[in-house]
């Protein structure tokens, strides 16, 4: 299994834009700003999942299906569920 050296990276920016949020002076504007990003946010998680399920979609390429559920730390269920696009979430 190897480690995802940038997944720290890419949650540290989304952190930072939060920062970036929190500290607009202006609560109105700060507010405005925040909901804009959490209108965004269904949107967002759905270009997540997609970029998960190509990722573990070309995984199942080469790997087994234990192999695959080994590297991501995941059961052989979810492994399948990811490469058919079930989410975990129910949407209401």
């Known amino acids: 299994m190897t480690d995802a050296p940038d997944t720290p ?3 540290a920016a989304i952190r930072a ?3 970036t ?7 109105t504007d700060r507010a ?5 990003v ?4 269904p949107d967002l998680q759905a270009e997540l999942r997609a970029v998960r399920q190509d990722a573990v979609t070309t ?4 790997m087994s299906l234990a192999e695959t559920a080994a590297a991501l730390g995941v059961s052989q269920p ?3 569920q ?7 979430t129910t949407k209401k």
């Open 38 to 41: 959490l209108d965004a946010v």
């Open 59 to 62: 995984m199942r390429e080469t």
């Open 78 to 80: 979810r492994v399948s």
């Open 32 to 36: 405005r700003a925040t909901g804009t």
């Open 9 to 11: 990276d890419a949650t």
């Open 21 to 27: 949020l929190a500290a607009i002076p202006d609560p």
């Open 82 to 88: 990811i490469t058919k696009g079930v989410s975990r």
């Open 17 to 19: 834009v939060i920062a």
